[in-house]
């Protein structure tokens, strides 16, 4: 197997994206700050190192930072020259389709979210911008199909899960795809893979036309979790926010796989949005899901989420231990009623337009001692604020544990302060201990120490 | 045959025009000056009306003056309501499908035009911007294909002409079709529907399976010409600068049927540009043609242009009378010289940025006794620069003789006054008097009075 | 234009009919009797000969008497090689697509009845061997379309028809087309033409994907009557019989436009169907039509069949003047209830199992002075035998009047001697008068003798 | 997991496969010797039974008993109807779409060879008409593909081979894919299932459109080796023979992974054409292959072709070890020598008419001791010949020592009498020994006694 080889070769695109303006090259060109060239280069890489191992994005820039990209206009249309590329791209010399696919879709998101948006709206209302943005950048990527009935499953979970979670991965994909469901995922290795390579055969034995298989990813992201030529529509949303909005108003239904930390905020996130109170009877089929011997993560999570939000909150998801095909038969059922559901208040199939996102989970959340400070984790507010507190906080707390820069700062301005019932923090700190005893956060037992503590 | 009433319905969209933000339908249902209402509804209306003989817009809107229009967003995606529409748009009580295509279309790009294109360029440069909005507007249309050789003709001439001349354009189409070739002309009977309804059977012989009908329109003409059904790509640009501008930059070569003083305006306008010194290696096919018994049309044209521009203008095109074949072989011909020199100087083939507009032909001229004032119509300047003027001098004329304002002004104001050599103007008159001896302008030639006085 | 020149090339196949072992080649070669290669020859001439205006087989066949065809088997397929083919059939050298299609369905239709059909059915029953074999050739060329709603309509008429004539088959095609109705006919001009061609230009504004135009030949007919390039699906039968029970079952319904004799004999063949008892519940809508001008035709044939067969037999066909919407109105409502009648009697929609075919319509006739003696032309019988009768009488009196042989038998032999009743016989002898009065038989009015006498 | 559930339901079928004459309905109805009612039952069973373990055809056809399949002629095209059907072909009461698909495959295939086969060549070469049928049954189903370059790798080996050799043949497969090859196998699991599963993730990494995976099965075997849903192209040969011939007509290189005594047979099978003098300049990649830990297998057989056929032999195969990407690179060079070959030649693309295969290796051998008796397993003759006789004498040994019929023959009878050079047989009893050794025949090492001796 080729490993350490680069490629120089030139590519030319798919067709219906194949005519750029010479203002549009010239921009993709463009050196400066105002320019995409950057940004493209960083995202081209990412799509050609496609199946490396490699855990970081800084890994990944320095092995290959003699690779470029430049883009030229011939008659015949556009060309992008390659200049030492990963040769893991490449099947004797030959860039692998997929990823011929997915080099032109970055550049489709980029230069449209650079150039044509801004004026998508005219509304100074921050969260309907938002929500109009995510709407036409997905339909510039001809993401939403509008006869079709509710079937696109978004999975999320971890990307460097064990062996057996894997395999677990594949089985649930391959029971979905049976049942002619779609997949959608935050693109990358693991439960992000794993699903659509089970729906691919299932969806080969149901001769489905055209399987979709979505990966939603950022320019943040993109380097550390390359997207899988799977993946046949890549969508490159503008940051991390406008990302999770697209998971929930494009996907029918979430299955969740074990993760760490990242994958129990998704599940605030989520759950958060379910619990509010305008978002009551939309039904949303939510479940979590792994194999035997993984049953612990889930168990974790449920604990917590009783402890604090309440119970009220377990009646928004299902959790279903080692059974691929009851996890499909359930996704299934509760995509009938999201399509009964759509069709009564004539919701489109396409775009969850309905769902409220509240300003608490749509805007950016930093986790400095400041805005971690300013928490309330307290009970006697709405159960979906408290959810949004909750995965600020979570968020927070692993930064100081094993992110650099919130080690740093907790080494520089001491433990972060946060204000909260003492049981809720309780359950925090165990939420935590238990990822580290699972081998699910990149610490050791011994070396854990609550990274904050309560004021009152 | 139906033709005194009124049908109401509603109708759904092709697949791909199927979705539409909330913003987007309320833009469509505003009728306040901002919104897109009016708009919609007048050029819906056109688009139903196709096929009627209604020789003026205003005609159209008085009859239809019930009919009305509504957008609704069904679960399913968008859905028109029609009011009172004209009943010649449908077949037993089912909308024809390219008249269906066609009100889709328009949506498209009233929403696009009003909505996201305002960034498509940071230039300040004006006709660079006219430029690139043509590009947006095209591209968005889908209207370029990369990848094809230069098929496209551009087929102009009058809307009302005699049943000869409409039969000879239907064998012009037909030979063009054989060859594959695709053709695009400005909606609206006569010369504009003849081509394509001779090249529907020719392609139908050759198995093409894609064929090209494009209608180009704008607001202002598209209720008096109604797009014939079998266009299958309509797109209306904004203004009428930038259609003429569409026409040069997505044909590959033109061929012009005998018309009015509208024809002769549109062929000096094509002859201007092309002879500007930027654009004299550019090889772009055009041809003038008709039956026999219609030569007196093109003579009159030929010998103003060699009085007035110059012998050498004549190079540029090529008259060629009663011979279907032969205009279609000659044409043929140009094509390749297109694509030979595209390849050669690496332009696209699917949109012709290198062809050089001078500001004098994209800018707008309206026939003000000041603008005509002003005008130039003396030799000793750039050839091109003359036939702009001439250009303008003659859409001034023809304004003051038959059309009601220009009729008006004269009659408030006096004569035009123009300064000019005498000869050239002599010129001018006697194409002006063989336009109405010909019976190709509405007005007798006792009646005919020139408009201007030549001052010096 | 080009007339009078030959072209000689080589043609490759459509990728479906590419596939040949070397034992068809060898077939299609072989110049002995048993061999394909002299019908071969005749039939690709006739294909390749379409838009020629010459009347006869053998004029056809004489002026080409140098035209050859080769059949080459290829590393990448089957290739023909044509030596002094038509020049007409080429657009700039290059054969158009249409008849391309043509050459190979003849090919493929030869090769399959020729090899692999005997065994089709193991009955010794010969009408139902014919059913089958009509069935099994069909299906071979892929002409039966089992989901679709009944929608083929056969036009039948003369193939040189008067202008006026011409225009209105256009017109009744182009409101067919309207209603997504398919046209199938015999090939070549006039009425089988003119249906074609309007309903492409329907066909193109209801932009309808896959058209049929589907024409039937036979190798005795197709010299004389070569198949337009509209024609997109062209099946050979081996002979006349099969060729019109191909008519019959295949198609839903049937407008007869004016013809001559020839169409006359048609009628009786489908009127005498349909009045046999076991087809007497089986909906078949069958139109006769012409224009303003026109009426003379129907109503002579109708006069006929109302002192002959009788006023039942009206009941089975309609005649509407100059009114192509109300032809299509009326067809359309016939269908309506081909389809109710197909869904209720579980007959499938692509092939007409359930009409019987009595043999006296389903065995050639032959036109001796022995077999004419032994028609019954009286009444007291069933009415379709009657029909049946009559068809042949008809058919005997043309050839004895105009057909060379024909004539020379009666020159030879006397008149015939019909036995029948006396009005009958007048009735007739009317028919043919009115025919000879309109125009419609190679014959004058003066030179018109009855070449029968009646006995007892 | 359902698995002793029966489902009766009814079954539309794909659309080409739609349109069946009453006749042949009658066939597949009839139960009688000379009706097809048996055999499509059986094979719909096989079909059905995809996924089961079970190994023999009567065990299934035991479970099944009460299975049984009507067809039905209704107004839209036929109808299948499935009684007491096993669950495993349903995912929620529906039929998955790709055994849908193989019922209808077989049916079509079998009412071919029953129906209209028979004069597909009119020759009384018996080699002539074998090649001749196999070729019209491809044809048929639509298996050949005229345009398109060498691109079918036929994968071979064992049915129950172990996991480790199970996931190598996917990791194969995958390489393949890569390089947009097809597959084509006999049905069934093993090394007939894994090559396809690992190239479907790959084609759709390549986004190879019409990516195909051929099964080639026979009535015979069909229902012990159920054909796998990922086959999207089954075809059902008539009997064992014409199953092989169509391998190696239809396939442009073969990769052979290990197996038992069955794959050793295909071998010999194989070598042995590719040894015969007329077939010496025909490239024709053959590759054996296995992962670390399966080298005996080729090593066995290696060594047997060496000591008995001779080194020569060895020139025509190649042995690669535990590298999937270099037996793609492999069989990719192979292919292009296959490509330049048939260009040279004017060999179609999609038919090896050119290879010979000698009679000794077209005509069936049933191993009686008779047959057995007359074989020649000397040196000096031909080594194709010899490779042909090893072949037979192999197939008796086996069916001697583990067939039911073959060790009952041998009670009765003694041991099968052979004639032949002692290190011949020498070598095939170690061979035999080898297999058993391996674990890949159903026997122990203690009870392996050879049921053959060597005479003079």
Redesign the interface.
């Known amino acids: 197997?080729i490993t350490e080889q680069f490629i120089s070769t030139s590519v030319t695109p798919l067709?219906s994206l194949?005519?750029l303006?010479?203002?549009e090259v010239a921009k993709l060109q463009d050196k400066s700050n105002s320019g995409l060239y950057r940004l493209f280069r960083q995202c081209s890489l990412a799509v050609l190192n496609t199946g490396s191992e490699m855990d970081s994005a800084s890994q990944v820039l320095d092995r290959f930072k003699d690779f470029d990209i430049h883009i030229k206009?011939?008659?015949?249309?556009v060309q992008l020259e390659l200049i030492n590329a990963p040769a893991t791209a490449f099947?004797?010399g030959e860039l692998?389709?997929?990823i011929r696919?997915h080099l032109f879709t970055v550049l489709r998101d980029l230069l449209y979210v650079g150039?044509?948006?801004?004026?998508?709206?005219?509304?100074d209302d921050i969260s309907e911008r938002t929500t109009?943005t995510v709407?036409?950048i997905l339909?510039h990527a001809d993401a939403?199909k509008?006869?079709v009935k509710p079937n696109m499953v978004v999975c999320w979970g971890g990307h460097s899960i064990k062996r057996p979670e894997y395999q677990y991965t594949k089985k649930v994909g391959y029971e979905l795809g049976?049942?002619r469901l779609n997949i959608c995922t935050g693109c990358g290795p693991g439960a992000m893979k794993g699903p659509m390579?089970g729906a691919?055969?299932a969806h080969?034995?149901?001769?489905?036309l055209n399987p979709r298989y979505v990966g939603l990813t950022e320019p943040g992201i993109i380097a550390a979790e390359s997207p899988n030529?799977?993946v046949?529509e890549l969508i490159t949303l503008p940051d991390i926010e406008k990302r999770l909005e697209a998971f929930v108003r494009l996907g029918h239904g979430i299955i969740v796989f074990p993760g760490g930390a990242g994958t129990a905020e998704e599940i605030l996130y989520m759950l958060g949005i379910l619990l509010h109170p305008r978002n009551k009877d939309i039904p949303f089929p939510l479940i979590f899901t792994g194999p035997e011997g993984s049953e612990a993560y889930f168990e974790t999570v449920d604990k917590f989420i009783r402890e604090t939000i309440g119970e009220n909150a377990t009646k928004r998801y299902e959790i279903i231990v080692d059974d691929p095909?009851q996890v499909a038969?359930r996704m299934?059922e509760g995509l009938d009623l999201v399509l009964a559901h759509?069709?009564e208040?004539?919701?489109?199939?396409?775009?969850n337009?309905q769902l409220f996102i509240p300003p608490e989970f749509q805007l950016p959340f930093e986790p400095t001692h400041e805005a971690m400070a300013t928490l309330n984790l307290k009970r006697g507010q709405e159960d979906y604020i408290l959810a949004a507190q909750l995965r600020r906080a979570l968020s927070g707390i692993v930064a100081g544990n094993v992110k650099e820069p919130g080690v740093e700062a907790i080494r520089k301005h001491g433990p972060f302060e946060l204000t909260g019932d003492k049981d809720i923090m309780a359950s925090l700190d165990h939420l935590l201990e238990s990822f580290v005893d699972q081998h699910r956060m990149k610490i050791n037992h011994e070396e854990y120490v609550p990274c904050y503590k309560v004021v009152r």
Chains 1, 2, 3, 4 share one sequence.
Do not use: A
């Not at 150039?115 to 509304?123: A, K, Q, R, S």
């Open positions: 197997m067709e194949d005519i303006s010479p203002h206009h011939k008659h015949k249309g099947v004797e692998i389709q997929g696919e150039d044509e948006l801004d004026l998508c709206c005219d509304t109009n709407f036409h339909r939403m509008p006869h049976l049942r390579k691919t055969i080969s034995k149901q001769r489905v030529p799977i046949n095909h038969v299934r759509r069709k208040t004539d919701e489109s199939f396409h775009y337009w």
